[in-house]
T-cell receptor, first 111, second 113 residues
Framework: SQQGEEDPQALSIQEGENATMNCSYKTSINNLQWYRQNSGRGLVHLIL?????REKHSGRLRVTLDTSKKSSSLLITASRAADTASYFC???????????FGTGTRLTIIP | NAGVMQNPRHLVRRRGQEARLRCSPM?????VYWYRQLPEEGLKFMVYLQKENIIDESGMPKERFSAEFPKEGPSILRIQQVVRGDSAAYFC???????????FGSGTRLTVV
């Protein structure tokens, strides 16, 4: 199975602090994706990073990818209460590119 | 651009009834995926379809579950003779091509009573 696994399972930080979440996967990939899910809602695509990229930015989000360690990290800088959500990494299944999701990191921002 | 539209948002069925969940992908997207999510858990892949073709149904239970994506109209996930264990949120996602990010719908929450 190519499932990505997030770490930690849950994270609580004060508003304004930075939040870092990690993802590990098992086999070779051509891209890795991060998604956010607010309670009771669908997932929202945040960033896709390809295997030939090491770092990617989008607003307050920074994603890194280390293919030698088969790991990725998602950094949210200057966190806000609205960032409270579950964050999932997803990796494509080699062959038909369907995405496999981990169990997520539940991030709580304390005002 | 209306995004991925799923309906109904909530569906209540009695044990033994049929549930039909609909998904209209984003305009221009030809790849459709269905996932199931239990409370406090991640998404479990069910099936991947393109127009008139099932590409991967490795996550679908062998019995009672079926999916289609016809040439015209939405994708349908059909659950026959529902049981309590089918209660979950079912999410549909679409993408323009296989290695692009997905756009998710808001999900259908199925409750079997």
């Amino acid at each position: 199975s190519q499932q990505g696994e997030e770490d930690p399972q849950a994270l609580s930080i004060q508003e304004g602090e930075n939040a870092t979440m990690n993802c590990s996967y098992k086999t070779s990939i051509n891209n890795l994706q991060w998604y956010r899910q607010n309670s009771g809602r669908g997932l929202v695509h945040l960033i896709l990073i390809r295997s030939n990229e090491r770092e990617k930015h989008s607003g307050r989000l920074r994603v890194t990818l280390d293919t030698s360690k088969k790991s990725s990290s998602l950094l949210i800088t200057a966190s806000r209460a609205a960032d409270t959500a579950s964050y999932f990494c997803a990796v494509p299944n080699f062959g038909n590119e369907k995405l496999t999701f981990g169990t997520g990191t539940r991030l709580t921002i304390i005002p | 651009n209306a995004g991925v539209m799923q309906n109904p948002r909530h569906l209540v069925r009695r044990r033994g009834q049929e549930a039909r969940l609909r998904c209209s992908p984003m305009k221009g997207h030809s790849h459709v995926y269905w996932y199931r999510q239990l409370p406090e858990e991640g998404l479990k892949f069910m099936v991947y379809l393109q127009k008139e073709n099932i590409i991967d149904e490795s996550g679908m239970p062998k019995e009672r579950f079926s999916a289609e994506f016809p040439k015209e109209g939405p994708s349908i996930l059909r659950i026959q003779q529902v049981v309590r264990g089918d209660s979950a949120a079912y999410f549909c996602a679409s993408s323009r091509q296989a290695d692009y990010g997905y756009t998710f719908g808001s999900g259908t929450r199925l409750t079997v009573v």
